[in-house]
């Protein structure tokens, strides 16, 4: 597959590695050229540096590894090469004090799906550090790390599955793009657990065979 990468940052370096060692073809692309080049170079196996339009154009599917805020507005200044492409958002629009800059609104991947309406956006990759997603693999007590993915369109959800198992990990069907605002506000719970209180986020969720409360005899 064909992917192409708009951002330098962590997160398109993390991912973008995993998948050209699945044997992808990546096109890293940036507003700054030394910084998309730098980052091709580090990612090694191929990877290309481009702008974020050629980085667009090319790819079948476009990681969309931006800052939110800046997000849609370069989503809307390449709607037309977005058109028809699977748009993947790993955003979290958190703020100071942890709190969920979209509350009561359209959720970030909701923003990237109105500013590029032609895109099928998916929302994946979200809940971790980009540490996380720099381990080879993330497993954890043998157990592949889960990847909710949310969107509507079925064809793009498969090509966002196989990419989640091209990191390691197990995808995790999430539901429509509407509850990607769900998962964004997972995120900024979890963070301000993580980090805010030095709590193990994962200790708040019983075990699947409790979910539905204990088994009685």
Known sequence: MRIGVLGTGSMADALATHWVRAGHEVIIGGRDAHKAERLARGVGDGAKPAGLRSAAEAG?????ALPFGAGADVARDLRAALEGKVLLDCSNPVGPGFRLLTEGGPSAAQQLAA?????RV?????L????????RPPVFDGRPLAVPVCGDDETALVRVRELVQDVGCEPVAAGG???????????ALFIALWVGEGADAQA?????????GPSRP
């Open 204 to 212: 708040i969720a019983p075990p699947l065979a409790f979910a539905a």
């Open 122 to 126: 998916v929302k994946a990759f979200n």
């Open 115 to 119: 500013a590029a309406p032609g895109a």
């Open 177 to 187: 793009l509407e509850r990607a605002g769900l998962l964004e506000a997972t995120a």
């Open 128 to 135: 971790c550090h980009e540490g996380v997603w720099r381990m």
């Open 60 to 64: 079948q599917a476009v990681l969309a």
